[in-house]
């Protein structure tokens, strides 16, 4: 009987040692476990402030793609509109630059209807004028800034300048016998009237 107690109360003893030991392990478990918790509450507080700072950044993102669509268009806009006003402005300038010129023999202005003789009295005097009447066979477009001399087929006796220039604007300059120079000295006064320049020498 005393040896059954004895192997009991070692029994108990055991089993007392083993729930100590039991509580002691579930102790730092529900520890661990408050520690985790804890952790996780840390980790999930973490990721709500990040997502929060997305969907700010997200947000500021998006304003800044409309702002930057919006300066896109503008830009679009104003080049588009400086391009337009640079046509215009280069055509304005080439119409402004731009004259015609008819250097040619009498026979053949004649012919074209550029110049008639007016006043003649049976074939005899008169004066070449000019009728008005465009041919693109005869005149040749020139740019005035650039073009200020022309070489005529004539001596400078038998060349006679028909449309209206300012005196001083443009002189006759004898190369040879049989050739001239038509010098323009002063663009800016000799185009200041007419576009049209009329030039014609005998044949």
């Known amino acids: ?6 192997e009991n109360l070692e029994k108990l003893a055991k089993l007392e040692q083993e729930k100590k030991d039991a509580l002691a392990k579930a102790k730092a478990s529900g520890k661990k476990v408050t520690e985790l918790e804890g952790q996780v509450t840390s980790m999930e507080r973490l ?17 800044l793609e409309t702002k930057v669509l919006g300066l896109t268009q503008k830009v679009e806009e104003q080049t588009a509109t400086i391009a337009e006003k640079e046509t215009v402005i280069e055509t304005q300038t ?5 004259a015609q010129v008819a250097i040619a023999g009498q026979k053949e202005l004649q012919a074209a209807g550029v110049i008639e003789k007016k006043g003649a009295f049976l074939g005899m005097r008169g004066s070449w004028v000019q009728t008005g009447k465009f041919d693109p066979q005869i005149f040749k477009e020139i740019d005035v800034t650039k073009d200020t001399e022309f070489s005529i087929a004539a001596p400078v006796k038998k060349i006679q300048v028909l449309s209206t ?6 002189e006759l300059v004898a190369v040879d016998e049989k050739n001239s120079t038509f010098k323009i000295v002063d663009a800016a006064a ?8 009329v030039v014609k020498y005998k044949d």
Request: net charge positive.
């Open 1 to 6: 009987i005393r040896k059954a107690i004895k």
């Open 47 to 63: 990721i709500g402030e990040m997502k929060k700072s997305l969907e700010e950044k997200d947000t500021m993102l998006a304003e």
């Open 94 to 98: 080439k119409t402004i630059n731009t």
């Open 165 to 170: 220039h300012p005196a001083g604007s443009y």
């Open 190 to 197: 000799f185009w200041s009237g007419e576009k049209f320049l």
